[in-house]
């Protein structure tokens, strides 16, 4: 069964530093989303994506974050210089455009631990 | 700015037992929503969509309904097992919008 597929499953970084966590999502899927989970929190939106723009993006998403699809297959989620609010659990979603993008399944990758210190 | 309830907030219970999760969004227009299960440091499972024409959506043991009249979702859960214990969360996407928006989440245990 195709799957949304995120590396590394794990990444520590130094406040400041610069991180790139990629997401593969399944082939055929044309809309593209980062959340983030924040340990104990709730599911958090970041942005979504599609035809190379951002469609929609939160508050969270500053002009600290951008997101890029750099082929045909890897959509990324870059920090340019981390924070230790930063640390969570970050998930790459991906969903097909039906006849209605709004009536499509979001199918959600297994996410990227990201640890701050 | 769609806010999204999940009642109750913890919940244990026997195996066995018939079990209701609520879902609630205070913006009523929602276009699809789809329950997730998380399991501890993991990833989020699809579970159920129900799509903008849909008010229920049954697979297995599950069977979730919305009423887009109240924004209210409902998840059934029937004999429920212990490993069906879990965090389930219910996400809607508001029409006019380009996300899903997530609830609280309810955190299941069934005891054996």
Not at chain 1, 24 to 37: A, E
Not at chain 1, 101 to 116: K, N, S
Request: glycine share 6%; with cysteine.
């Amino acid at each position: 069964e195709p799957e949304v597929t995120q590396t590394p499953s794990h990444q520590v970084t130094q406040m400041g530093q610069e991180v790139i966590l990629r997401c593969v999502p399944i082939s055929n899927h044309l809309y593209f989303y980062w959340y983030r989970q924040i340990l104990g929190q709730k599911v958090e939106f970041l942005v979504s994506f599609y035809n190379n723009e951002i469609s929609e993006k939160s508050e969270i998403f500053d002009d600290q974050f951008s997101v890029e699809r750099p082929d045909g297959s890897n959509f990324t989620l870059k920090i340019r210089s981390t924070k230790l609010e930063d640390s969570a659990m970050y998930f790459c979603a991906s969903s097909d455009e039906d006849t209605d993008i709004w009536d499509t399944e979001a199918f959600f990758g297994q996410g990227t631990r990201l640890t701050v210190v | 700015k769609q806010e999204v309830t999940q009642i109750p907030a913890a919940l244990s219970v026997p195996e066995g037992e018939n079990l209701v999760l609520n879902c609630s969004f205070t913006d009523s227009a929602i276009y699809n929503l789809q329950w997730f299960r998380q399991d501890p440091g993991k990833g989020l499972t699809s579970l159920l969509l129900i799509q903008s024409s849909q008010r229920e959506q049954t697979s297995g043991r599950l069977n979730a309904s919305l009423d887009k009249s109240s924004g209210r979702s409902t998840l059934y859960i029937a004999a429920s097992q212990p490993g069906d214990s879990a965090t389930y969360l219910c996400a809607g996407y508001t029409s006019g919008t380009y996300k899903y928006i997530f609830g609280t989440g309810t955190r299941l245990k069934v005891l054996a």
